[in-house]
């Protein structure tokens, strides 16, 4: 077999692995299904420093910022899921903030903040900002959520991560469609 059907049979995979429960679904995901399986399975990939953290088991927190897409949806992919000794939670956040204590966070924009501002609130903080590479607001997060041939794909900004105080999983990146560096 060759190299690139050994990677691509692994991309596959962990793409199945990162899906997780909606992919066993007798219909396929919808969109928002996977951008939230997303959100929830991207933590275990990324180290964040431990002043990310007000403690040792304190929560890894999703921060929805602005319009949220999700509704319940998040909620139920995150539930009873944690990472180490960190549960994770989702907050809905009107603006976002350098103390807002989001370790991850999914900028959608809202005229209380665009989403320009929200990213900037953020800039070199140890926030994994995602956004939708369609979202129209003017920003990019360090994970861009995008749609290739119908499927949700996503690409990462790695030099923006590491300016933020974040290392990425190569097994992450080697998913991503692109990898900024």
């Given at each position: 077999m060759r190299a690139s059907q050994r990677l691509r049979r692994w991309v596959v995979g962990l793409a199945a692995c990162l899906l997780g429960a909606a992919a066993a679904a007798d219909t396929p995901p919808s969109e928002l299904e996977v951008k939230a399986d997303y959100l929830a399975k991207f933590a275990p990939f990324v180290v964040w420093p431990q002043t990310a953290f007000a403690g040792p088991s304190s929560p890894l927190v999703i921060c929805v910022q602005g319009a949220d897409p999700f509704?319940?949806?998040?909620?139920?992919?995150?539930?009873?899921?944690?990472?180490?000794?960190?549960?994770?939670?989702?907050?809905?956040?009107?603006?976002?903030?350098?103390d807002s204590g989001c370790q991850i966070a999914y900028v959608a924009g809202s005229p209380v903040q665009p989403q320009a501002d929200a990213l900037h609130a953020v800039d070199g903080q140890p926030v994994l900002t995602v956004t939708d590479v369609d979202g129209g607001g003017g920003g990019k997060g360090i994970v861009q959520l995008v749609l290739v041939n119908g499927h949700v794909r996503f690409m990462i900004d790695a030099a923006r991560a590491a300016q933020s105080g974040l290392a990425i999983s190569s097994k992450l990146l080697a998913l991503a469609e692109d990898v900024t560096k």
């Amino acid at each position: 077999m060759r190299a690139s059907q050994r990677l691509r049979r692994w991309v596959v995979g962990l793409a199945a692995c990162l899906l997780g429960a909606a992919a066993a679904a007798d219909t396929p995901p919808s969109e928002l299904e996977v951008k939230a399986d997303y959100l929830a399975k991207f933590a275990p990939f990324v180290v964040w420093p431990q002043t990310a953290f007000a403690g040792p088991s304190s929560p890894l927190v999703i921060c929805v910022q602005g319009a949220d897409p999700f509704g319940g949806v998040l909620d139920r992919a995150t539930a009873g899921q944690s990472v180490g000794a960190h549960p994770v939670i989702v907050r809905r956040v009107a603006r976002l903030a350098a103390d807002s204590g989001c370790q991850i966070a999914y900028v959608a924009g809202s005229p209380v903040q665009p989403q320009a501002d929200a990213l900037h609130a953020v800039d070199g903080q140890p926030v994994l900002t995602v956004t939708d590479v369609d979202g129209g607001g003017g920003g990019k997060g360090i994970v861009q959520l995008v749609l290739v041939n119908g499927h949700v794909r996503f690409m990462i900004d790695a030099a923006r991560a590491a300016q933020s105080g974040l290392a990425i999983s190569s097994k992450l990146l080697a998913l991503a469609e692109d990898v900024t560096k």
